[in-house]
């Protein structure tokens, strides 16, 4: 359970008092600010603010006077437009902040998105607590054989038993020696921001992270995609979600451009257009390395 | 007057329905919404929107469940703390839109300030307006003779008639011209994306800018300072006064440490600490050249 | 000619005087140093400085110790690789310095690419040039028909005549006025940052630009397109055989996979795969727009 | 020893051959190029690459044509006056590439400055070192009884060894455990991603980092201050003699103006405009609070 009791009153607390605004509104961001979801084994995903809807974006990119007596269809013609394009601007008119507690190892990962704001609860001041992620035995997986830095088989058995044994109590010995580094019991106690470096990289952390709709999606089409190491996908694939609630013109239109969407190269439309021709290409005649066309032909078969 | 009728009752229209929500609302900034500030003889500012208020920061430095039963005199404290400091990312966690009609010049030197999203009216797509910015009599200066970049002495009588009659008739003339050459009365009519580079850069454009409060504080301690130029310095005045009815604290912070604070470098310092001590510091003894001696004392006699 | 003969001086003096350096160097990029490839009718772009080479790219993505003595099959695989799989990081350890002359009206397109450095020549401190950008006749169209933003047809004969005539005459009056307020010949002389006003968007400025090769081929992806506006497009072009001198298997990835290669929306692949397994497809089947599927034939037939 | 013979000798091999440029060179940083720095028990720190030297600085700030025949003592005078005046964007005009390796821990506070590129060694490729970072004796100090963030008194004797002895029990184990997790040794070895998230966050890593130089300073101005962690400031420290190496001009005036100087609050500075007419005046009298006043003490007694 991510939250204690405190902590959950306080989000509920949050969710009582609506209070009347002018601004635009989303309601199917509303209906999600502040609920705390549960991602892995102690981490979550809440949003704590927002700015602007799918109206914004056309507003935006009309700088317009007023929100317009524009239809839907209109609306959505005009987003499909702009992301078909690579108009980004008017997307980054729209904001998202969240409250996220997650492993160490997948902020690392995270943070490497530079267009964002973020705020990390600080192991200078604070004492961190002791939670850390233990992957459920069916993420136990080898390293795969296929793909240098992707998973492969499942561990089983004793093997992964052993894993899960080994996981649990160095984290457990560290936290244990974390703390009483900082005891003060009848000694100085370590300063915290020496005493954390003992800390495990499952450690769990959690920040605000805030970032424009744009670059969201940018975060999304890269960890969402089955690619992304499963501890930071879980992550972005309820971010996938909330989004969707929250701007649903948008996120349409980048669930057909970008997720379900793919890259060609200039060879590769070649081969397209030689096969939709009726010829027969193969790797030799494409110009395309074995390992890139491996990738084609999952693709395209 | 920059608005039209129609535009005039899209804003009064925006600000009759108050919409319910479960985010930190600003009342200061409530009041703000979609109002249309003039500047200028033919600009304008407007919030369009608005995310976070003091409580917003707090809340992300401390990283905290809930908006928390902190007293003001709690936040006002931290605030400071963190603006003293420099811990700029709690502020980054604010984030405001603005919309803003203003002179091409003007929207060169705005557009510097990079960490920022913009969304400007496209003279490739749309025609533009017949309006240009003549500066009022009272702002009609000389080049300063001490300072490479500002003004000077007044223009008076007919040197001054002289200046605003040539800018006025030539921004006249360049948008007759362009609206010539734009023309399809019996002709194909010239590409707006051509035809507007006829015109002057005292055109008005338009557009709406979104950036973080941190960011914001950034600009405005350089855009509403004595030395920017008069006519960005109007729209970075009218933006304090409007963050200021935002985020109060923060604002008050802002304006104690940065717009009314000073930079002293080491040598400055030392001059200072010499002087509370008695003595006598020339500038030869400074080791500052003239021109930073006189800026010094312009500040500390 | 964008050069005076002092410039031309300076610019081969910089030449004349190699200097020994320990960093990676790309022998087609020193060819490249400080020439002034002539732009447009009065504008130039030249290389002031640069950083890093192919190897410098593999360098980084593989954080290694020294230049490895990888062959440059492996050199090419890897950076194919990771345009491929859109891994930015290391395309951004090479960083490129130009000198641009441009008229307003492109340098206004120009900067919002926000992620560069730029230093503009100031027409606060200085007095701007006589010199402005006229089309040549053959780059005089019409605004396009069919997009809402593009050129058409040629202007010819008495329009095209009096489209230059007016470009003309109006930016020389605009610079005789300009000149005339300025002036002290008995006056005061208007202030530069206010006279400045009174000039034509298509008035030449400069400024030094600097970003780093994976911004740099997101600014060549869309400016060298034949979207953009021819008047960008010159530069952009320009700028596109600079950097195959200088990354030369950096630039044969980018040119594969993105200034040739297509990004297809998960319907558009739907409708090829099954074009591929014999089937016709019509718009009303696609599930795409008619612009949409307009532009979708326009590539595939 | 940070290095391998293997890696010592690619160092050396790549200082062994000068190739003429016609970039601008900076002598200091030639010298500094490539070379290991020891920082901390198995940190380094070198310089890759660089672009621009202090003329790059001025002749970018007068947008020119050439080098520039310029006196020192004129490009000192600009340099200290585009300090002084935060014109920041010259000094966006030089760019460095830094090779570091650094603990988990610090890497996690130096990656909060986003405005830098990085390429950091990959764990879900490669598989780590067993190295880690166990502070000296005399940095193995207590929590701080006066700032909440800070270290205070050194620890001794039995518990000094105790901490020590449990950081390297801790590590040493931890990274047993990677090893045997990893082990294909009759088993299918966990994925490099999963395991590592065993290991302390006083694992050394290891990036390739790259900034321009405005915004190093501000990395320096924060991370080479007292306030800064130790860990991390004896990188920034080190990271000042090689700025002071590449562009001494700017760096003395960095140093005079940020390093060394002080920012006074408006309240501060009227503080001190009444000590100099000879009031005294106190925290009541001063409108700072009880820790302002202390800091504000703390610097002019």
């Known amino acids: 359970m991510p939250l204690t009791p405190e902590q959950a009153a306080e989000i509920a607390e949050a969710r009582t008092t609506p209070r009347p605004t002018l601004r635009a509104t989303s309601p199917g961001m509303e209906a999600e600010l502040y609920v705390a979801?549960?991602?892995?084994d102690h981490g979550l995903l809440r949003v704590i603010d927002y700015m602007?809807?799918?109206?914004?974006?056309?507003?935006?990119?009309?700088?317009?006077?007023?929100?317009?007596?524009?239809?839907?269809t209109d609306d959505r013609g005009l987003i499909r437009y702009l992301m078909r394009h690579w108009h980004s601007t008017p997307f980054e008119m729209c904001e998202v902040k969240f409250h996220v507690k997650l492993p160490v190892f997948v902020?690392?990962?995270?943070?490497?998105?530079?267009?964002?704001?973020?705020?990390?609860?600080?192991?200078r001041y604070s004492i961190l607590d002791r939670?850390?992620?233990i992957p459920a035995p069916e993420n136990l997986a080898a390293q795969s054989v296929v793909n240098n830095q992707g998973r492969g088989e499942l561990l089983e058995g004793d093997e992964a038993q052993r894993v899960l044994d080994l996981l649990r109590d160095d984290a457990m010995?560290?936290?244990?020696?974390?703390?009483?580094?900082?005891?003060?019991?009848g000694q100085k106690g370590l300063a915290r921001e020496l005493a954390r470096m003992n800390l495990p990289m499952?450690?769990?952390t959690q920040w605000y992270w805030k970032t424009d709709l744009h670059n969201l999606f940018h975060f999304l089409r890269l960890r969402a995609d089955t690619?992304?190491?499963y501890e930071i996908r879980v992550y972005a694939e309820k971010m996938c979600e909330i989004t969707r609630a929250w701007v649903p013109l948008a996120?349409?239109?980048f669930e057909d451009y970008r997720l379900g969407g793919v890259n060609l190269s200039a060879r590769a439309k070649e081969v397209l257009q030689r096969r939709l021709r009726g010829e027969v290409v193969t790797q030799e005649m494409s110009g395309m390395s074995k390992g890139e066309w491996r990738e084609f032909q999952a693709e395209w078969g």
């Open 227 to 229: 690619h992304a190491q």
């Open 173 to 185: 010995r560290s936290f244990d020696h974390y703390e009483g580094m900082l005891s003060q019991d």
């Open 107 to 123: 902020a690392r990962q995270w943070i490497r998105h530079r267009t964002a704001n973020v705020n990390e609860y600080s192991a």
């Open 131 to 133: 939670e850390f992620y």
């Open 251 to 253: 996120y349409g239109a």
């Open 37 to 40: 979801h549960e991602i892995l």
């Open 202 to 204: 499952n450690t769990y």
């Open 52 to 72: 602007g809807d799918d109206a914004a974006i056309c507003q935006a990119a009309r700088v317009s006077y007023g929100r317009g007596t524009k239809a839907v």
